[in-house]
C-alpha cells in the first residue's frame, strides 16, 4: 500500500470511489474538493495495484474565535471524506491515512479535529472511536 498526496489526474478515481461507497445525498463531482487546493496536505490517496483503493480529505475550518472558546480549542479542522473500498477495509488503511492527516493537522497547529460519521458507517465509527473521537451530536430526521 502506497500513501501519497493528491494530483489533479487523481480526481476521476477520487470521485467515482465517493459516489460508489460514501453516503452523500447527490452525487459529488470535482467542486465538490476544489477546497483541497487551500490545505493540499489534506487529501491523501492510497494506491494499491496501480489503482487508488482509498483516500482522505480534511481541512483547516474556519471558526470564530467565541465558538472556539467554547471547544477550549485553538484552532479546527475538518474530515471532510475518509473512503476505503470495502476490501481493504480491516487491514489498517483507513487508520493510516488518518494518522497522516492528523500529523498534517498538528503541523499546522491544529488542536481540534471534527468530522461527521453516517449513522449508516459502522465500520467508520469503529474507527473513529478507536482513534478517540467522540460523539458531540446527534443528527435526526422523521418521516411523515
Not at 64 to 85: F, M, S, Y
Not at 116 to 136: N, Q
Request: glycine content about 4%.
Amino acid at each position: 500500500m502506497n500513501i501519497r498526496p493528491f494530483t489533479p489526474e487523481d480526481i476521476t478515481q477520487i470521485i467515482s470511489l465517493t459516489n460508489e461507497y460514501a453516503s452523500f445525498d447527490s452525487d459529488v463531482t470535482a467542486a465538490d474538493f476544489s477546497s483541497a487546493h487551500a490545505f493540499p496536505q489534506g487529501l491523501l490517496v492510497a494506491e494499491a495495484a496501480g489503482r487508488i483503493v482509498a483516500f482522505i480529505f480534511g481541512y483547516i475550518k474556519e471558526v470564530p474565535g467565541t465558538i472556539l472558546n467554547r471547544w477550549n480549542a485553538q484552532k479546527a479542522a475538518q474530515i471532510n471524506l475518509l473512503v476505503v473500498e470495502p476490501p481493504y477495509r480491516r487491514q489498517g488503511t483507513g487508520e493510516t491515512l488518518m494518522r497522516k492527516l492528523e500529523d498534517a493537522f498538528r503541523e499546522e497547529d491544529v488542536d481540534l479535529i471534527l468530522l461527521h460519521c453516517p449513522a449508516e458507517a459502522t465500520e467508520a465509527k469503529h474507527l473513529y472511536d478507536k482513534l478517540g473521537f467522540e460523539v458531540r451530536a446527534y443528527a435526526m430526521k422523521k418521516r411523515l
